[in-house]
Each structure stands twice: as C-alpha cells, then as structure tokens.
C-alpha cells in the first residue's frame, strides 16, 4: 500500500474511525497520484476508487499494483455495493470542508455508514508538511515564476496594456515548461494598484506607474506565488517611503518566520509596524501553497498555531492608499528549522521598467 | 428593487420561507451584476451584500439605488448583526449544492435561524431560463468562437502540438474581446481522441490524425462550447462511417430540440441509434450553457423533464474507439417554441487541414 494511504489509515484508526470517504480530487491527487473526477474509499480491508468512464483509462495506467488501490467504474458498482463498503464500521469519516450539504445527505443514504464523522481536516493538515518530492515540484515552479519575471523586466514597456503584460506571462510559462497558471494573473498598474485584489484590465502602462504584478504557475500540480511592485518609467517620490516599508516587513518577516515562529505574532509584528505608520495589513500576511495555491496554514491575526519545518508558505506585505496606490512584495518561501529559504528570488530593490 | 432579486423574494414567500442565504458567487452576480466574494441576504425587509475590503469599492461602484441592496463590509457586521438579521424568520433558504457541510454548521450558528431549508436549487432552475441580454452576451461568445474555429482552420498544421494549438485558441480568444476561457481547451489527436474526456498533451498532429478540439470563451460572463472533430491530412476511411453516424445524430437531435421535447427522450434516440451499430453515448447528450459551463439541464437518460423557450444547451453526441479515435461534433443552442436555433455555427462537414 503507498506510505500516504498507510499514513491516512492509522491516522483515521487513532481517531475511532473504521472508515473514510475522501472526495475532494485535490485530497485524492495528493494520496494517490489520481488527477480525475472521482471518490477514493477507505474501508476496514480495501481502498477502492471508483471512477467513470472518461477517467478510467488514464486511471488505470497510474495506479499500480504496489499502491493497493481496487479501480472500479462507477456504472459497476450497485446499491449493494454501496451499502456493503463500510459494513461493520461504527464511524466513518468525510470531509466536511468539501461536500456540500446535499452530498452529505446523498451519502448517508448511499452508504448506510452508522455515523458520518467529520475529520476536522485531517488530510489538509498533513499537506501542510511537503516531503522531498513535493518541494522539488514546488522549487520547479518558483524558478520557473523568477525566470518569467527576469523576461518582463525586459518585456514590459510604457503603453502596453496590463492585460497583454498578463498574457505575456501565460505564454511564457506555456513556452517554458509549466502545467499552466496557479491563478488568473493580476497586472495592476498605477490607481488599479490600489486594490488589494485588483483584476487585470486593459489600461495602458503610464509613465509614473507603479505596476502591481501578483503571479505563479504550476509544476506537476504544484504552485508558485509571487507579488513585486515595479515602476513604469520613474519612480514617483509619494510612493518611496511606502515601498521602502513593505519592503522593510517582507524582509523581516524572512527573517522571523521559521519552525516554532507563532503565526499570530508575524503577523501582528507586521500590522503594527505599520500602524505605527499610519497604515494597517488588510489582508492576511500569508497562506500556504501546495497542489493548492491557498492552503493552511494562514497567516493571519487569529492563527494561534506555530510553523513548522517544511511548510512552504508565502510573505506578503501589502499596503493600499485608496484611489492611489498600492504596494505588495511576496515570495513563496520554505520554512525550516532554523529559519526560512525563499524559493521565489527575484529582485525586490526599486526596479523601473519601459 | 431589481426583478431579478424581486422574482426570488417572492419565490421563496411562496415556499414559506421568510429569508434566504445566498453564497454562490455564480447566483450572486446573476441576480445583482456582483462579481466579488460575498454573501447575499434576503432578509424580511432588506436586501444585504457582505463582502470584504478587497471588494468593496468596486461592488459599490456598480450597485445603484434601484438595485435596492445594502452592501456592507464583514468587519462592520457584529455577532449581533447576525443574529438579527433573520429574527421573526420561520424557515431561511440556503444552497444546499453548494455550501458544504461545515459551512452549514456555521450559519446555523451564526444566523440563529429557527429552521434552515434547502431552497432545491431554485435559482438555478431559474438560470435555465435566458432573458434578453443573457442571451445577447451568449451569441457573442458564440461568435467569438465560430471566428476562432475560422481561424484555427487556416493556422493547424501537421507537426504541430496539441498544446500549441490550445494555446492559440486562448491567444485568438484573448486578442478578440472574450474575459477568457469557458474551460481549459481540449485539444485531442489521433488514439487520444478515443479519451471522452482527453486531456491536451504535447503529442504532434500526426497525417491521417482526426483532432478533437472542444473549446469556449466567456463573454461578459457568459461561457460558449463548440466542439468539432477535424482532419490533419487525409480522412482514413474507418472513421468515416463513425464521424457519418455521430453528424447524422447531431443533426437529428437538432430538429428534435424545441419547447416541450423530453430530455430522457432526446437521449435515448441518440443512444440506440448508436447501439444498432454497435457503440453506445457514454456521456450526456448535452447541458445547459450559462454563467456555468455546465448548468441545468442536464441532457441525459434519467431527466424527466423537458426542454423549455429561452434555455440555451449543448447538442454534442460522441463516439469513441478505445485506443483508435473519437469523434465529437458539440454545438451551443437556443430553444425555442418551434425548434431550436444554433449560436455556433461553424462547419460540421468533413475539414481537413495541415
């Protein structure tokens, strides 16, 4: 059986439970590999994924006989069948953070479990901690984020739209390797840089603009995540103090965050440095990244749990003057014992573009 | 008020259900324009949308005093907030598809409501039904792709990759007005077209290839789908009969679609033709097209209902030889009292190109 099901077994043993029904697809890619529409069940003897048609080839031809998993297609599979996957089991959990209420309905029905139990997360907690093979896919993507943004130094000229600046981005990781974006790109440039979570629009790049541009693509499913302010043409002198405050937090928030470091704490460090500025942090100060771009843990205010080693979280200061503008500087970074490596390293002194 | 939020107040009054709990984002922006994060509360008296600070400004900039809807920041509601907006409620609606199990949990303590009651979808049987600019925006994005089919024509050529040609269909997309993809371009040639549901790799087009290219844009929200199997080359002559028999049901399916037709029927016609010749449809014969790639309706051989003026849906029978080729030929049609009218358009002829 592969280590991830071994683990998620005992795991579910340790909490009274004889069983689980695991559907989120993100959950399952992680357990098993499988990147399809599917549900993955844990019964008291077998694991069993039962997929459709469309699914079931490609299915097949990842799962191998060392990973321990029984493949069926969904149009096999009766009532009977249905009922009988947890018989004999007292509890039997289910993501309560994925399926809907109706799914949850649905189930208790189908399997005629005694009791559905929530698992409070179990498997999203355990993704927090990336092993070898993920942080090797994770650096991937951060170095494929740093080489994209070394290109649009180069690339990004004053009347261009942020739109076409964004597409360029797409196509470059497109050209070089990605799977494809993390998330829809923000290109933000000059009042639009004052939303702290602005679309990208077809504005022209002016000079005087600072140009907000929050990106990162994927790597055999996993994420990078990166944020830099830079300028179009020159650097107006409102701005400076601000970027220089951003960036003084972006750095020693690098400095702070390592095993045992109190979530709560980096944040509050940050929100009141710049309090004491006159501003405040209006998002939270970070997220973690994995096969999804926003995992546990979160960094914000009401975390009362510490990192850890080998959580790969990002750092992103931002602050936004209304009907101005804005600065966020973020990197996608590695925590270990006794500090943290960024894993995203491009430049974050003023940089002027066009 | 606007009508849309007026026609769910008194649908739910007649479902004796004094409120009701939005949070679909997808609901949301078809009753009110909004496209942000939030929830929408229908309250006895007043109409809230709670968003965060990310979203504020903008979500103010397009509500307007008609619209009759408070929209206010979630650090401005209290505990108390929430525990009144419902008071004197007996039954509150919420999404049961879509909010999960745990955020259930949550409104019901949070809203101290005296019976929350699934609402069974009713604004998205609602959704089923175009209005009048719904229906402008979806024939725009109809366009768009017929244009891009046009062009694609002319642009593959045999060498290239899948990937390639996916990439041009977002590039086309891009340059020509659309907000972006409807979904992620599925670009499948030669044995990978046997996939129902192939993935776009990075396999040249081959001669002698049938190449599958199922794609969509959104405009102004509103999602396209065209899908059409075409030729590198030459056309090899087995797949003739099968390309024959999928247009042939295509076709037939097309002056079937009007007011009143039975959806398990529309199937069933569809699914034994293809098994007198010796294949089966493995998946729907369609669904509805909306703010949602796949909305209700569901074209498949357990939906009782019938077709009603004013859906719009997709008209796509497939067949597909496992580890030989596929052939899908998908158009997005409008239903109307006597027939249905199709909104892509593109040629559904043998192509051959390269």
Redesign the interface.
Known sequence: MNEKIKWLREKINGLNMQGMIVSNPVNIRYLTGINAEGVLLITRKENYYITD???L??VKSIITIDDGIIVSNLVDISEYDYENFFSFCENVG?E???????T??KYMQRYKANNLE?TDGIIEKQRMIKDETELEYLKKACTLTDSCFSHLINYIKIGMTE?QIA?EI??YF?ENGAD?LSF?TIVASGKNSS???AKTTDKKIEAGDPITIDFGCKYKGYCSDMTRTIFAGFIPEDIKPIYDLVLSNQLQTAKDMKEGAEIRILFRNVDNDFKLHGYSL??SLGHGVGLDIHESPSINKSNDNTLKANMVVTNEPGIYI?EKFGVRIEDTVLITKSGCINLTKSDKNYIVVG
């Open positions: 048609s469309r699914y080839e490609e289910f309560e953070n994925y399926i809907t209420y109706a949850y309905k929530e739109k597409y797409e196509k497109f494809g829809e939303k702290p979570h209006v998002h209304p």
